[in-house]
């Protein structure tokens, strides 16, 4: 079991600006992509790679490892930070993102880059997945755990909430899915496109395990990462209120930074604000 | 003549399979009754996942076994399968290159009484059409069971297409099943006759009575649509100079299609496809529906006569 120590939220603090300077680097360098959604999952992601999964990047495919599953893969470079950071391939990669011919593509392809476990990016079917995997832990009686992180604005699609549905009917307590309930979708607020509110009782009402935290704090991500190891017999979710575009002060709660990358001078501003 | 069905075939054949490989696992969608995965559900309670009525989520769920090393049957209505989770087959399994067998029963017109709404005369289109993955329309029992042998073996993504009523048995348990290899049943000089599914019988059936009439056709048996076997479309179309495509699908985009689109480029010779001429189907018993639709002996003997005339 992880323990939460000061040293321990003072590395994931660190890695989560590593993170976000990368995803303002290789978006400037790339020239498109969703600046927005990936800095509002930098502090989970942290989380998640630098304290709570079993992972090895010297063996991405190891049986018994953790598995991450980004449903929002639209949010690709924050994986392809976290993932470089914790050395799945080297940081030089990332100035490929969305370049001919890279394995980085625009949306993550489990085929190219060593460390993605799931090819996603048309919303909804990362969470599906992230079932599969959870029922053939089950059955080969591993003690790995998967982890979904999905967005608020994709909770509208169906395929979601049958996914919900079968994770719970099959009692799949090694599952953990976060929603980085950051707002925003690329038309508006999610309030004003279609509401997907109240969301934590919705999970409640799917039978999941529902915990309510700020996605931007450390220690509540383990806390929260802690209590979900000690549930027995359903899924838990971990509804996390976070803010767009988080630590660009340019950026935060702009629905127009959902899919814009930043210009030279932006992307220096950010940089010198991410430090 | 012993009848099968296809979707019977597939049944018996998952349970073997399932005995023989452990990281066989069969997922369906409250239709384990009708697709016949029931006789797997039985045997490995364990490995058999009921979806419910959610075809997207099947697929889905699918791809996240195989993506941790199973071995995924996915079952459901073929309309539903190709139709209601097409872009997860596409995004999930098939860009993915994941190693989940789509298999679709109650394809085409002989669903029945169903109707229109149950009947896909669409899918072998649609499926084919995806990068990556492989199209087994098999035409008896027997080559059923040889096909699910053979999608096991073969990683990545499939689309088995099977039928609801029994069908004539054709083949032997010995016979050479191989992916990509359409099966020469006949050997005419006259003309080629290319089906696949449930056409095959009638295709043989219209040869013998050709035959009669001093006309010799040659039998292909495609049962994989893809990757079709070209060079055996190339040799025939030299060898005989004119083909008929029978199936039990629209004409449009299907056997006939991928055939047309080798012989045009390659051996241009006249081709006549026979199928659902671009409508959808309506209730009615199945062979009311085949003679209704024109998929029957009589019309395939007719078209050959035709085809020659060109």
């Known amino acids: 079991m992880r323990e939460i120590t000061e040293g321990a939220i003072q590395e994931v603090a660190q890695k989560a600006m590593l993170i976000r300077r990368d995803i303002i680097t290789m978006l400037g360098e790339a020239g498109s992509g969703h600046p927005g959604g990936s800095l509002s999952a930098a502090d989970i992601l942290s989380c998640l790679y630098f304290w709570e999964m079993q992972i090895d990047p010297q063996n991405p495919r190891k049986t018994e490892r953790d598995r991450f599953v980004l449903s929002k893969g639209h949010a690709a470079p924050v994986l392809y930070a976290a993932l470089a950071e914790k050395g799945f391939f080297p940081t030089e990669e990332l100035a490929r993102l969305r370049k001919l011919g890279s394995p980085l593509q625009g949306h993550p392809d489990m085929r190219k880059v060593p460390g993605v476990e799931a090819s996603t990016g048309s919303l909804g079917q990362g969470l599906s997945w992230a079932v599969g995997m959870a029922l053939a832990g089950k059955l080969d009686r591993q003690s790995y755990r998967v982890y979904a992180l999905l967005g608020d604005g994709e909770l509208e699609e169906g395929l979601v909430w049958e996914a919900l549905m079968a994770a719970h009917h099959y009692r799949l307590d090694n599952l953990v899915a976060f929603v980085d309930h950051n707002g925003l979708q690329i038309d508006g607020p999610v309030a004003d496109v279609m509401s997907p509110e109240p969301v934590a009782d919705k999970f409640r009402a799917f039978g999941w395990e529902t915990l309510e935290i700020d996605g931007h704090d450390h220690r509540q991500i383990m806390e929260a990462l802690i209590k979900a190891r000690t549930v027995q017999g359903r899924p838990t979710a971990i509804i996390a209120a976070t803010v767009k575009g988080k630590g660009c002060s340019f950026m935060e709660n702009r629905v127009e930074w959902h899919g814009t990358a930043p210009s030279k001078e932006q992307t220096a501003q950010a940089l010198a604000e991410l430090c | ?310």
């Open chain 2, 1 to 310: 003549m012993e009848k099968q069905a296809t979707r019977d075939a597939y049944g018996k054949a998952l349970v073997e399979l399932g005995r023989k490989y452990g990281d066989v696992v069969v997922l369906d969608a409250d239709l384990s009754k009708s697709t016949k995965t029931a006789d797997f559900a039985k045997a490995f309670p364990e490995r058999f996942i009921n979806i419910g009525i959610a075809e997207q989520n099947l697929m889905g769920v699918a791809a996240g076994l195989a993506a941790s090393g199973k071995v995924a049957f996915a079952s459901s209505f073929a309309i539903f399968a190709s139709g209601r989770a097409f872009e997860i087959v596409r995004n999930s399994l098939a860009y993915a290159s994941l190693n989940v067998k789509v298999c679709a029963t109650h394809a085409g017109l002989t669903v029945g009484e169903d109707g229109g709404s149950h009947q896909s005369v669409e899918d072998i289109a649609v499926m084919r059409s995806i990068p990556n993955i492989c199209v087994e329309v098999p035409a008896d029992g027997t080559s059923t069971r040889k096909a699910v042998a053979a999608i096991y073996e073969r990683p990545g993504p499939v689309y088995l297409r099977l039928g609801r009523p029994a069908v004539p048995v054709l083949y032997n348990e010995d016979m050479d099943f191989t992916i990509g290899r359409g099966i020469e049943l006949r050997d005419g000089r006259d003309a080629t006759l290319i089906a696949c599914g449930i056409m095959v019988s009638k295709c043989l059936e219209a040869a013998d009575r050709l035959h009669e009439a001093g006309i010799e056709v040659s039998v292909i048996d495609m049962h994989t649509i893809k990757p079709i076997d070209q060079e055996l479309i190339v040799r025939k179309a030299r060898e005989t100079g004119a083909i008929l495509t029978v199936e039990e699908h629209s004409i449009l985009g299907g056997l006939g299609g991928a055939v047309c689109e080798i012989v045009c480029q390659e051996c241009p010779v006249p081709v006549l496809r026979m199928g659902i001429m671009d409508v959808f189907g309506q209730s009615g018993s199945p062979d009311e529906l085949l003679q209704y639709y024109g998929l029957t002996i009589d019309k395939i003997v007719e078209n050959v006569q035709l085809l020659r005339k060109k």
